[in-house]
């Protein structure tokens, strides 16, 4: 089984509905992340997220919105969506220690198409 | 982070060495040079890290110049599943707060040919 897996794998909807991404590991990792991937560019930080407690905003967080339900659950809503949120989108979570930081460990995406 | 240079795209034989250069010329002192790669819109997979002295794992072998002003990611003997966007990251190994994601830019897209 997948270390961190991501529901849907795709979805299409309309302007202005709200939608959930959710992410899930099973790594035991403490750090969790959302990241967006736009055609032919890197990706982009949205919101990370340290422990239960601890959420931080990214480079490109307005529009969005996450939840850390537990240590192993972190979610990401679209409040209302608009068509230039169409992206992939993934989620990444790493380790505590100092050495495993930066060692990000990625799901397999989520394709999001806003009409 | 520190600044990288990559070119937009290579080609390598199957069978062959691939050496993907980076450049970081604004390199600090504490900064590491990560390595990962994306397989047609998977998800992004480490590779490796290092600081100044070469390093190698089941993967791929780093090189980094003694200036560190620059660095190849070395695939010793490519496949076809080596087709991917490889992306080179300088960060320090720990910034305790602050933007914490990684910073990936647009990477160098190796393609192996047959």
């Known amino acids: 089984d997948a270390d961190v897996t991501q529901t849907p794998r795709n979805r299409i909807t309309k302007t202005g509905k709200r939608i959930m991404l959710e992410c899930s590991q099973t790594k035991g990792h403490d750090r969790m992340y959302w990241y967006r991937q736009d055609p032919g560019l890197g990706l982009r930080l949205i919101y990370y997220?340290?422990?239960?407690?601890?959420?931080n905003k990214g480079e490109i967080s307005d529009g969005y919105s996450v939840s850390r339900q537990a240590q192993a659950k972190f979610s990401l809503s679209l409040e209302s969506a608009i068509p230039n949120q169409t992206a992939l989108y993934f989620c990444?979570?790493?380790?505590?220690?100092?050495?495993?930081?930066?060692?990000?460990?990625f799901g397999p995406g989520t394709r999001l198409t806003v009409l | 982070d520190a600044k990288t240079t990559q070119p937009p795209s290579m080609d390598c034989a199957e069978g062959r060495a691939a050496n993907l250069p980076c450049n970081h010329s604004t390199i600090s002192g504490n900064e590491y040079v990560y390595w990962y790669r994306q397989i047609h819109s998977q998800g992004p997979q480490y590779i490796i890290h290092?600081?100044?002295n070469n390093e190698t794992n089941e993967m791929a072998s780093l090189i980094i110049t003694e200036d560190r002003k620059s660095s190849t990611l070395i695939l010793p003997h490519a496949t076809l599943r080596d087709t991917a966007v490889y992306y080179c990251i300088v960060r320090v190994l720990y910034s305790g707060g602050g933007a914490d994601g990684l910073t990936f830019g647009k990477g160098t897209h190796l393609i192996i040919q047959p």
């Open positions: 990444a979570t790493s380790g505590r220690g100092v050495i495993s930081y930066n060692e990000q460990f």
């Open positions: 290092g600081l100044k």
């Open positions: 997220s340290f422990d239960v407690k601890d959420i």
